[in-house]
């Protein structure tokens, strides 16, 4: 993929969102994704770690088929190498993933996440936000920095249709209304933000 191409995605995200600050803030990453499955779904979570989600979405919807990958093999789980994966899904989770990856494999994943999918699936995925200091840089290994406008280009890029982009913050109630309410023009100033993950949603269409 070529610079001018990704720089035209990228465009046509930054035309919906022109600054981070236009990005809606959410508390809970869980509660986005549960507006996002329904009972009954079967959902691939990579980089499951230790499937803890999966419990979490199934207290709330039981039916849910529930599957996790991971490359550690001291867990159990599902999948230990995308390319064993032959079933499809209704959603694919990818949580703190895709920074650890050379852009190229990032978007090569992303192609692969995208034929796991039946029609109408969903990838929600987050990222560290990099215009919090120290977010991205805390992890020796992360390898690639996105920024809200270049990940939804590489979503666009691999023929997903981006559907929602949020900052996620979670906080104590009154830090977090100091931070949202009191803070925001002087981050804005200092263009620095306060919110650890930027959160996507996309889909196959």
């Known amino acids: 993929?070529?610079?001018?191409?990704?720089?035209?995605?990228?465009?046509?995200?930054?035309?919906?969102?022109?600054?981070?600050?236009?990005?809606?803030?959410?508390?809970?990453?869980?509660?986005?994704?549960?507006?996002?499955?329904?009972?009954?779904?079967?959902?691939?979570?990579?980089?499951?770690?230790?499937?803890?989600?999966?419990?979490?979405?199934?207290?709330?919807?039981?039916?849910?088929?529930?599957?996790?990958?991971?490359?550690?093999?001291?867990?159990?789980?599902?999948?230990?190498?995308?390319?064993?994966?032959?079933?499809?899904?209704?959603?694919?989770?990818?949580?703190?993933?895709?920074?650890?990856?050379?852009?190229?494999?990032?978007?090569?994943?992303?192609?692969?996440?995208?034929?796991?999918?039946?029609?109408?699936g969903k990838l929600i995925l987050t990222t560290p936000n990099v215009l919090n200091p120290g977010q991205f840089w805390k992890d020796a290994t992360h390898r690639v920095a996105y920024t809200y406008d270049e990940l939804g280009g590489v979503l666009l890029s691999q023929g997903f249709e981006v559907i929602h982009i949020y900052r996620v913050f979670n906080d104590a109630f009154f830090r977090f209304l100091i931070r949202v309410y009191l803070f925001s023009p002087l981050h804005r100033y200092l263009g620095i933000d306060f919110a650890k993950s930027i959160l996507v949603v996309a889909q196959r269409d």
């Not at 009972?39 to 990579?46: A, C, F, H, Q, V």
């Not at 990856?101 to 109408?120: D, F, P, S, W």
């Open 1 to 120: 993929m070529n610079w001018s191409d990704l720089f035209h995605y990228r465009e046509e995200i930054h035309q919906r969102f022109p600054e981070i600050w236009d990005i809606k803030i959410v508390k809970k990453r869980l509660l986005i994704l549960l507006k996002h499955i329904r009972n009954g779904d079967k959902i691939l979570e990579i980089g499951a770690y230790d499937r803890t989600l999966g419990e979490k979405i199934k207290a709330h919807y039981p039916q849910v088929e529930y599957r996790s990958m991971d490359i550690d093999r001291s867990r159990y789980h599902d999948y230990y190498a995308l390319e064993d994966v032959e079933e499809r899904f209704d959603g694919v989770l990818l949580f703190e993933v895709i920074e650890h990856l050379e852009l190229e494999e990032g978007r090569k994943l992303l192609k692969e996440i995208h034929a796991l999918l039946n029609r109408g």
